[in-house]
């Protein structure tokens, strides 16, 4: 059976995607620590733990959150992109990019934001509008 993440980046299950390829797909924590928190993972390969993957999926899988981080630092103002691979929630390996104003924005114990779907829809329309513009 698939995991909720390859339904979403198969489509079967709406999101607010930030970023694609043929291998990868990049979308909108919903549960964000900060706006802008986006997850990316592997589109073929439902490894619950990022570092069973075999090279090449952890190589691409990298470099792709890499081009997502630089567009979502130029599309949400902060400090850095923070990165976190904790995969713990999803048994289907995923990084999290979360913008930061400091250390403690990286914090998966605190509250979550709760934003509305437009807001959710701007905020992923702009991270994309950056990345397809790199």
Known sequence: MATIFSRIAAGEIPSYKVAENEDFY???????????????????????????????????????????????????PCKRIGVAVLGMEVPHTHIHLVPLQSEADLDFRKEKLSLSPEEMQQIADSIRTAYENR
């Open 26 to 76: 990049a979308f909108l924590d919903i549960a964000p620590l900060a706006k802008g928190h986006t997850l990316v993972i592997p589109r073929h390969v439902e490894e619950d733990y990022i570092f069973n993957l075999d090279e090449k999926t952890y190589a691409g899988l990298t470099a792709f959150a890499r081009e997502v981080a630089i567009a979502l630092k130029a599309a949400v």
